[in-house]
């Protein structure tokens, strides 16, 4: 029965080969929300350079910090948090283009990475939709939630050509816009 041992064989290789394709899923992508962990986010990110490089675009990286999302989850609790994030998330796809890439570095922090920019104010445009779009109000079981964010944006070639430069870059005018009052965005600036 050399045959149903082949055929064993077979099924036992599909096997394996689905728990890899899942065990890669989840060694890169956020288990809550689905979308690329800070793995896959900065292979993105080197690729999206490279290809900035390459076609002479530029590339905008938002970095998003949800306010006072701490005292949701402390008030709240972590089941609220959590679902507050799937509907950040859910908002976000449908904000972004299909091309660009979002990801979730963990906690409330989320990135953008627009590609093909032809002027890196465009990428203020964007902002300026995420910040609409996370102003509506969320309901959660019985709890009506204002969630605002802040936003730092830093872009290539202007801002550098490493990826984590960007990330550093991005990151440092997010905690600008935080004291700004929140609620906005900032680009990045040497002075920060």
Known sequence: DAQESRGLGDVYKRQLLEQKHILEHQAHHDALTGLP????????????????????????????????????????????????????????????????TLARLGGDEFTVIIENLSKGQDASLLAQKILDVLATPIKIEDNILYVSSSIGISLYPNDGGSAQNLLKYADAAMYKAKEEGRNNYQFYSVEM
Do not use: C, M, P, Y
Not at 44 to 55: D, T, V
Not at 62 to 83: A, P, Y
């Open 37 to 100: 962990n800070r793995i896959l986010f900065n292979d993105r990110l080197e690729q999206g350079i490279e290809k900035a490089k390459r076609n002479n675009t530029k590339l905008a990286l938002l970095f998003i910090d949800l306010d006072h999302f701490k005292e949701i989850n402390d008030s709240l609790g972590h089941t609220v948090g959590d679902e507050i994030l799937k509907e950040v998330t859910q908002r976000l796809r449908e904000t972004i283009r299909d091309e660009d």
